[in-house]
């Protein structure tokens, strides 16, 4: 069976490493916001190249405190892409602001900067864009977008640790990056954390207090805060992980390289551009017979997986807050098929999916 991921497979490397970080936080006694969040801080933002990175519970509380930050008014208006994991959407509705959805390009399934201005309007103050996949959006053309409009801009990392639009690396672009450290991702903790990068001490500082309670000194609350702190033993095990991300990453570009080169032409592949240096924490393909190739793929014991079968816009969730139609979001999740990637994979594994997807 060549499994879509295995957790277990993936962390193999480096447990011996995980298990001594593991016994020396246990003797520290200190567990919470100690130096190792410090330590991940200051080589996550070394790693990026921002000014300052800020560690938290979950790559939610990212998005989340990212638009809390601003203080925008109740109802104010958020750009999105209508493909997105709904993740981003809630980060938005928490905030007692409103979701535009704006359609991705069908070609990168990012959002597609042609279609942003349409939807701004007096009332709109961020663009939140995604790097789904594990490439980059068309950075240049948004971040102009965001300086004519007076908008903020913010990007969700989550799916794109290390990619660059044009040598530029995903989270510098804007006002704020928001990075997921979910365990599967192409930078993956044991839990669930995240970050917050940005070049705006301010705004920095602001978040150090917002993930505590509101508070920097204790038992004095300046803000109405919640509780989000990267906890002690993630950010040491993700320091170790990232000290081998690059590693990582070359050898899931070398897989893609495989799959792109050895599927056949009736199989939609990602997209491959020269400004875009794509690090593929999926690597996903479109058939018009996705269920059926999917079924395929398993009865020759391949596992894969849909990132996303359902659109925000059809969630039950959802109902009441999004409106409208989304044609090219819906073609999107009703053929999407996500392949074997993971670190622990072999190029003949990725052979073999080849080989089973061409005889379908």
């Excluded at 999004?322 to 594994?349: A, C, K, M, Q, R």
Aim: aromatic share 10%.
């Amino acid at each position: 069976m060549i499994e879509y991921e295995n957790l277990g497979r993936l962390n193999r490397p480096f447990f011996e490493e995980y298990k001594e970080k593991f016994s020396n936080i246990l003797e520290s006694g200190w567990y919470i916001l100690g130096q190792n969040v410090v330590s991940f801080e200051k080589a996550f933002s070394e790693y990026l190249g921002s000014h300052e990175c800020v560690g938290l519970a979950s790559g939610l509380d990212a998005l989340n405190l990212s638009l809390r930050c601003f203080d925008f008014k109740p109802g104010a208006e958020v750009i999105v892409p209508s493909n997105t994991y709904i993740a981003t959407i809630l980060s938005i509705i928490q905030n007692n602001l409103t979701p535009v959805l704006v359609e991705p390009d069908i070609n990168t399934y990012n959002i597609d900067p042609k279609k942003i201005e349409e939807k701004i309007t007096p009332n709109t103050r961020a663009i939140m864009v995604v790097h789904l996949y594990g490439k980059c959006c068309q950075m240049d053309e948004i971040v102009e977008i965001c300086k004519r409009n007076d908008l903020r801009l913010i990007e969700d990392c989550a799916q794109s640790h290390g990619a660059m639009f044009k040598g530029k690396i995903s989270g510098t672009f804007g006002d704020f990056g928001a990075h997921s450290f979910y365990p599967t991702k192409n930078l993956g903790a044991l839990g669930d954390a995240g970050a917050i990068t940005t070049d705006i001490p301010e705004l920095a500082e602001k978040v150090r207090f917002l993930r505590n309670y509101g508070s920097k000194v204790k038992y004095f609350n300046e803000y109405v805060g919640l509780n989000s702190r990267l906890d002690e033993i993630q950010a040491g095990f993700l320091l170790i992980k990232l000290r081998s991300l690059e590693k990582l990453t070359q050898h899931k570009r070398n897989l893609a390289n495989i799959y792109l080169a050895n599927l056949k032409s009736d199989i939609i592949k990602p997209r491959v551009e020269e400004d875009f240096y794509d690090v593929y924490h999926i690597f996903n393909i479109r058939h018009t017979k996705r269920d059926l190739l999917r079924e395929y793929l398993l009865k020759h014991e391949i596992k894969t997986e849909i990132h996303y079968p359902v659109p925000p816009h059809k969630q039950k969730a959802m109902e009441g807050i999004i409106s409208g139609n989304y044609p090219v979001s819906e073609e999107i999740h009703s053929t999407t098929l996500s392949l074997p990637i993971s670190s622990f994979h072999t190029p003949d594994d990725v052979l073999k999916v080849s080989e089973v997807i061409n005889s379908f």
